[in-house]
């Protein structure tokens, strides 16, 4: 089993939130030493452990308890009550240059800033000339920080705290920084860390960032951890809940939106039987049939599905507007078929999404995320990789 | 605390100590020259004002029959100021700190340390200008300055307690910085810089000039470099235990404060 990085414990966190704080010994005095306060439960029983070399991402929306957890982490916060463990050389990267003084040389910069990190002098004037090559200001170097750009002031504070060579980092939102050329050259160092073994721990809105780099991760609503594991799974099931209501179906499909239509049921037909199934080959003819109904008769209505690669990428996302049926009302109920022929898929779990929408699409009526899971396998034309087929007719001269 | 750790907590002290003395003067013309522009300016006008408008008699240096103001005023002045100026440094660095305190984790205390640190390499510097008016005056003050610096080093010790405490209140209560301010002063006369407290009749007053807190180190530092006298040995004793007592009580207050500072901040 591998080894623990860190290990957050029961963690909880209550601030308090003053009507008026009395920030004065007058306040105190003539308040008669009572203050009017509520408590706040940012963080209620966190725990989680994080081992050596894994990617460990956290997820939630603004106010989820995200930040005070990561400052219970990195011992700016100290909970009240469980604990926080750290077993590997930490640095916690939640503001860049935070100490810088603008009167000071960069040179005179980075000796304090990796200090403050935890550094000692040896072990900052060893890696002294990375630090610069880094940030890539060897020229100015020793001019005061004050006449630096904020990009160029960022670079310095990141190339420092990528520097003090932590066995577990523990990063806030700061990807975004710099001109793109940095942004790449921080991703790659990123990658480096992971690579080496070390232990990060990423705190961000950036779902695809979570999705590509993280091992595992959580997510925090409301400072509660509502979810833990697969990151793909979790950022799925925050981005459903973060778009608007949701409800889970028994079959594992998520649906959300305002609900004056529905999809009921999606079927699929191949080959003209009249049975339906949920597995065809490449190269059938297939036919999706969804059925709705809708209590009011919703006006212009957009019926859209969307087939995705099994956890991950979208390969077809046709709508009916995009063919120009429009019909201008919605019938109680009914259904709407999608004639495929020869489909071009090639071996592989698809998930299917349906959406009734308004003619703008900006009004969600209804979304079914995984109405219909299905499986194709292998038909003609045959290939041996790849999502689908341009049917290709080969020669070679 | 490993010794990794250890080396890098020196680090920083040193750092942030070398940060306070190089960004003091910044942007300044007369830079370092203003250390000591502030207590000459102070001597000359305590001086016109005790020997010219109340016609007083300076104190006599015993056994070095030194007989001048301004250099009593001086060799007072200067410790005396180190010890309120610290105070009232470190007091605003702590609460100046916020921003770093809210983003990083480190020993907060350093921020103190460093203060008191660059305040006491000022007081070196000054005094090694009063040393050079005192042999001009007449007052062969070298041997006595392993004395002087020992108690200047527990002077040190009894400024960082305070400071410790004062500044970890105020980040609680912002009226402890403005206090400060009144309370400097009050001590500033309740020490003997610019009197001679063999003079004051009124027994208790006498008493406060000659062991209050700030008032026993002044008269000490009186003793060894305007005397040439080691002090006794009750005001060595009273000055170490108070020292240490206050370091460890300032010491004990912010460790209890500072894992709140974050959150107060």
Known sequence: MAELALEVDHVSKTFRLHHEKANSLKQLVAGKGRNRFDDFVALKDVSFDVKEGEVFGVIGHNGSGKSTLLKCMAGILQPNSGSVRVHKRMSALLELGAGFHPELSGRDNVYLNAAILGM???????????????????????????????????????????????????????????????????LEKFVEFRNEGRTIVLVTHAMNTVKDMCDRAIWLNHGVVTGEGDPAELVEQYTEQMLGGMSRGDDGSIRRGSGEAQVTRVELFVNGNPTPVKRFRTGDSVRIRLHYSSAVGVPRPVIGVEIDLLGGSTVSAPCTRDVGLIPDRLSSSGYADIQLDDVSLLPGTYDLHTSITDFNRSHVYDHLQVALRFDVMSGRPYESGGIVTFRPKWTIG | MSLRSAAASRNLLYLLSMKELRTRYKKSVLGWAWSLLNPLTQMAIFSVIF??????????????????????????????????????????????????????????????????VAQFVTLLIELGVLTAVLLVAGNMVLPWLPGLLLVLGLLALFTTGIALALSAANVFYHDVNYLWGILSQILFYATPIIYNPATIEVRALRWVANYGPTGSFITAIHNIVYDLRMPGLGRVVQLSVMSFATFFIGAWVFNRLSPRFAEEM
Not at chain 1, 151 to 176: H, T
Not at chain 1, 177 to 184: L, P
Not at chain 2, 69 to 82: E, I, K, M, Q, T
């Open chain 2, 51 to 116: 020997l010219y408008v109340f016609k007083a008699t300076p104190p006599i240096g015993d056994p070095s029959g030194l007989k001048n103001f301004p250099v009593y005023f001086l060799s007072g002045a200067l410790p005396f100021n180190f010890f309120s100026i610290s105070v009232g440094v470190a007091i605003g660095s702590v609460q100046g700190g916020a921003g770093l305190i809210k983003k990083v984790q480190f020993p907060h205390e350093h921020l103190v340390f460093s203060v008191i």
């Open chain 1, 120 to 186: 000692s002098r040896r072990d900052i004037a060893a890696r002294f000339d990375d630090i610069v090559e880094f940030s890539g200001l060897q020229s100015f170097i020793d001019s005061p920080v004050k006449t630096y750009s904020s990009g160029m002031y960022v670079r310095l504070a990141f190339a420092v705290a990528i520097n003090v060579d932590p066995r577990l980092l523990i990063i806030d939102e700061i990807l975004a920084v710099g001109d793109v050329t940095f942004q790449q050259r921080c």
